[in-house]
């Protein structure tokens, strides 16, 4: 019996497709083209996009870049269609680099694993990957196509979520592969002191190189609001105060709130 072999096309669930100015980390201020991909396995108390956490039947993509003229696509989307929207972005001088984003990305790997070389060869922009950094055998599908990685670390305290040894095994997969790799840590009013100087000793353990940004967690509006536990933005002198405290174990500790709120940027 003669079985007909059937090839899957590669395709992922998205969120939208933007340009605007990244807000958060090593990045801040540069201008990207942000594909946010569909689907979350976290539940952090903080999070602001809690609407990503499942894939939606469509997707938006921006017609031209920085305009918020969106259309209406939907999912999921075809890997060669993407490739065309991100190509609409990409204006010349205009970008500095791709962020993928989310949701979680590296849910997507397979399909990420198949599209990132396309997409460098067609745009020559780097590639950024922004990550909750609690799947490094994802991470391996990938690394040969990544130029940057901003990896939340996320503290018990802040995100009621934990994941020390995964994010320990991801940071080394980076520093292998010479990723240039930073850290972000949420920190509100609720952090545990002894969670940021645990987050300081298992990054300086690697590398006394790789950054770490405090972010202090932007309060969220009632109606983005998915738990009944507040989550408040730190004190000055609280951040001031754990500044200090991780800088006698790391090298690189800097305090960045999201800019991108601050200048109404997606």
């Known amino acids: 019996?003669?079985?007909?072999?059937?090839?899957?096309?590669?395709?992922?669930?998205?969120?939208?497709?933007f340009s605007a100015i990244q807000g958060e980390g090593l990045n801040v201020g540069t201008r990207q083209i942000f594909i946010r991909f569909a689907i979350c396995?976290?539940?952090?108390?903080?999070?602001?996009?809690?609407y990503t956490w499942t894939a939606p039947s469509t997707c938006r993509i921006e017609r031209s870049p920085g305009s918020r003229d969106f259309e209406i696509h939907s999912n999921p989307v075809p890997l060669s269609i993407l490739i065309e929207w991100v190509q609409r972005q990409n204006l010349p001088s205009l970008h500095d680099s791709i962020s993928l984003t989310g949701g979680e990305p590296l849910l997507h790997a397979p399909f990420l694993r198949e599209f990132l070389p396309?997409?460098?060869?067609?745009?020559?922009?780097?590639?950024?990957?922004?990550?909750?950094?609690?799947?490094?055998?994802q991470l391996k599908l990938i690394l040969p196509y990544l130029d940057s990685v901003g990896m939340d670390l996320k503290l018990p305290s802040v995100s009621g979520e934990s994941y020390w040894l995964e994010h320990s095994q991801f940071l080394q997969l980076c520093l292998d592969a010479n990723i240039n790799v930073f850290i972000k840590i949420i920190v509100s009013q609720d952090t545990d002191p002894d969670e940021l100087?645990?987050?300081?000793?298992l990054v300086a353990e690697l590398s006394q190189e790789i950054p770490i940004f405090l972010q202090p967690?932007?309060?969220?509006?009632?109606?983005q609001k998915f738990s009944q536990l507040p989550v408040l933005a730190p004190l000055p002198e609280q951040?001031?105060?754990?500044?200090?405290?991780?800088?006698?174990?790391?090298?690189?500790?800097?305090?960045?709130?999201?800019?991108?709120?601050?200048?109404?940027?997606?």
């Open 239 to 266: 951040v001031l105060e754990w500044q200090a405290l991780m800088k006698q174990i790391a090298k690189q500790v800097r305090v960045i709130p999201q800019t991108h709120k601050m200048l109404n940027q997606m």
């Open 118 to 137: 396309e997409v460098r060869a067609l745009t020559n922009l780097p590639i950024y990957l922004e990550t909750g950094g609690h799947r490094p055998e």
């Open 1 to 17: 019996m003669n079985v007909k072999k059937t090839t899957l096309k590669p395709e992922a669930r998205l969120m939208e497709i």
């Open 41 to 50: 396995d976290l539940r952090c108390h903080f999070c602001d996009s809690a």
């Open 197 to 201: 100087k645990r987050s300081a000793s």
């Open 217 to 223: 967690v932007t309060p969220l509006a009632e109606n």
